[in-house]
């Protein structure tokens, strides 16, 4: 477990949870295996788009802008539990509009439709680094009521996952009392936070070879199991 550290004055807060049919301790497995194949570098899906607040308030802060990860505390959405069909996602868009590839070692998936029975057209991306073993633990809790949106100065709204924050030390609204564990913590770079584009459906074996991998293989297992995923 990481020492003691003081919550930033502003920084990236994404809540975990199972996604794409994965419980979360497979997740941060197959991550970590990511980020050594990466040299530090992963990337962490989100479904909802940062704008560009990441990199406004990279650059409104002096040292590095950080990313807390916690688990969520509420009960996963059945159709995050039993998705029908799931994308692997290729590519990302830069500022100009530009698609360019993921990094080979990278893996990012999501449910291939939205509750309302669309098929999903965009998915999102935090551009990570750590020399830290992900999931170590950390004595850090974060107090959800004590936050503010960045761009905004509000309070989080209840569908917000993952946030660009302002820590206010006091409550204005909401349960003071409830705090979130923090299970890791990296830094962002640049791009900081990413449009994806370029999905691709996996077919069911691919999916069963994911959980198995996941569960009982390797790094060099997973290494193998991404190319062949993302065609390289």
Known sequence: MEPHLMIPSTFCWTKMGVESGEGLDLIVRRKEWERQLGDGLFFWG????????AREAAA?????????????????KD????????????????????????????????????????????????????DQRLGGGTEIEVTAAHLRNFSSDKPLGASQVTAVVKNANFALSGNAARKYAVSFIATMEAPYAVQLSDPSLLTPQDLERISEVSARGGIKDWSALVSRLRGH
Not at 63 to 73: I, K, N, R, Y
Request: aromatic share 8%.
């Open 46 to 53: 989100i479904g909802q788009s940062l704008g560009d607040n």
């Open 60 to 76: 409104s802060i002096d040292g590095e802008m950080q990313v807390l990860f916690s688990p969520m505390f509420s009960k996963p």
């Open 79 to 130: 159709i995050d539990v039993r998705p029908e069909e799931i994308f692997v996602w290729n590519s990302w868009v830069d500022g100009r509009g530009n698609v360019m590839p993921l990094p080979k070692h990278v893996l990012i998936t999501s449910r291939a439709d939205l509750p309302s029975g669309r098929r999903k057209s965009s998915h999102y991306a935090l551009v990570c680094r750590s």
